[in-house]
């Protein structure tokens, strides 16, 4: 029962490379998102996805692409890495419950990525 | 959109004190509420919810919290905390009728001396 998996655990790179988060669930659950988390700033929501085809922007987008082919896989790809975007990168997965949208979020391990 | 409070940032206490940390949040409508914890270099996991019924809500390892509806709060509260609390906590409240995505508060690092 593997949750959610997030891959790379740690990724440096030098500024303006750019790289693709990877995050995968076998829960099949619908919703999936990515938070980044910095020190006095909590998660801060970057993109999600309520199903298959479906993407929207959260509230730090710029510089972030996903895109959501299957219900198992969102990746997160960083086009031109910028000092800013040194963070730790979660992925996460729900899924609704009836009309009361109260599932919590399965969170996967983290990516924690430093740019140079 | 909905937006969440959290009034301590960083909270040290000793073991066998009580805790209660503060959550608020600004939204007009029908909300779920959760307050998630991240133990040092680990994911965050669910420590309980509330989305209807009993505003008193028991979560795992003894933490417990109140919903008061009417001053939009969500404190999380434990009686007696242990050293195994350190962690950073975490509210997050989702707007029933909105995207379904939870907005987080800013976090609590809570360091409990043994």
């Known amino acids: 029962n593997a949750g959610v998996t997030q891959t790379p655990k740690f990724q440096v790179l030098k500024t303006g490379q750019s790289m693709t988060l990877q995050c995968a669930q076998d829960?099949?659950?619908?919703?999936m998102s990515w938070y980044r988390q910095d020190p006095g700033m909590g998660l801060r929501l970057i993109h999600y996805s309520v199903g298959a085809g479906i993407t929207d922007q959260g509230e730090v987008p710029n510089g972030y692409n996903v895109s959501r082919s299957t219900t198992e896989d969102f990746p997160l790809r960083l086009l031109s890495a910028a000092p800013s975007q040194t963070s730790v990168y979660f992925c996460?997965?729900?899924?609704?419950?009836?009309?009361?949208?109260?599932?919590?979020?399965?969170f996967g391990n983290g990516t924690r990525l430093t740019v140079t | 959109a909905q937006s969440v409070s959290q009034h301590n940032h960083h909270v040290i206490l000793s073991e066998a004190a009580s805790l209660e940390l503060g959550c608020n949040y600004s939204?007009?409508?029908?909300?779920?509420l959760f307050w998630y914890v991240q133990y040092p270099g680990q994911h965050l996991q669910l420590l309980l919810k509330y989305f209807s019924g009993d505003p008193l809500v028991k979560g795992i390892k003894g933490f417990e919290a109140e919903f008061i509806k009417s001053k939009f709060s969500f404190n999380l509260r434990k009686p007696s905390v242990q050293w195994s609390d350190t962690a950073e906590y975490f509210c997050a409240v989702n707007a029933k009728g909105g995207s379904y995505i939870p907005t987080f508060g800013r976090g609590t690092s809570l360091i409990v001396h043994p």
């Open positions: 939204y007009g409508g029908t909300v779920n």
């Open positions: 996460a997965s729900s899924t609704p419950q009836g009309s009361s949208y109260n599932s919590p979020l399965h």
């Open positions: 829960m099949n659950h619908e919703y």
